[in-house]
């Protein structure tokens, strides 16, 4: 059962303009974190926010968590081709494991 | 690299066998998940191990089952492959704080 769905499942976008990425659940997560994916490896942690409004800056990417600790947002200003990949959210569980979201497909394009 | 070394990178087998997926987890790091990755279910957590106990189990089938050694590597077996086994499969390790995941690069089984 996913508890986290993200939109929109694929993105195909040109370079420089903006997007964005969201992550909702109908439960209040404890935590959440921000993966992306390229082919062929695993995923990489990009952020992981704990406080109900809290954004975080890294370079170009925007994450924000939700004031209700049930949904959160990726905001990439300016996208590059080095930016395509499979992004992902997830909550922390019992005993720490991670619950994925379904996953945003985005490709950047020149 | 991430620290996480997963061995083998890709495995081809027959439907039926059973077949080793190894994980060496990143230096200090205690604990180790499991997680596949197939087209169809997206991400989906196995089964987690700290320093050498189960700790949590999530969707492993029976046949399927896993440990962590003293030297904290893992091993995940999975048996009577089916032709639905056929997916990637990640291991990743953290401190046991519960941030901070570094995942592996994955096997990629494919079951024929």
């Known amino acids: 059962t996913q508890l986290l769905e993200q939109s929109p499942q694929f993105l195909s976008i040109q370079e420089g303009e903006n997007l964005t990425v969201y992550c909702n659940s109908s439960s209040v997560f404890s935590s959440l974190q921000w993966y992306r994916q390229e082919p062929g490896e695993g995923p990489v942690l990009l952020v992981t926010v704990v406080t109900g409004g809290e954004v975080k800056k890294l370079k170009r990417l925007t994450f924000q968590f939700g004031d209700a600790r049930k949904d959160s947002s990726l905001h990439i200003t300016a996208a590059q081709p080095g930016d395509t990949g499979l992004y992902l959210c997830?909550?922390?569980?019992?005993?720490?494991?991670?619950?994925f979201g379904t996953g945003t497909r985005l490709q950047v394009t020149l | 690299d991430s620290g996480v070394t997963q061995t083998p990178k890709h495995l081809i087998t027959a439907t039926g066998q059973r077949v080793t997926l190894r994980c060496s987890p990143r230096?200090?790091?205690?604990?180790v998940y499991w997680y596949q990755q197939s087209l169809d279910q997206g991400l989906q957590f196995l089964i987690q191990?700290?320093?050498?106990?189960?700790?949590a189990k999530g969707n492993i089938l029976e046949r399927f089952s896993a440990q962590q050694f003293p030297d904290l590597h893992s091993e995940l077996n999975l048996s009577s492959l089916e032709l639905g086994d056929s997916a990637l499969y990640f291991c990743?390790?953290?401190?046991?704080?519960?941030?901070?995941?570094?995942f592996g690069s994955g096997t990629r089984l494919t079951v024929v």
């Open positions: 997830a909550r922390t569980g019992t005993a720490s494991k991670l619950t």
């Open positions: 230096s200090g790091d205690l604990s």
């Open positions: 990743a390790s953290t401190t046991g704080t519960g941030y901070g995941y570094t």
């Open positions: 191990y700290y320093n050498g106990e189960e700790r």
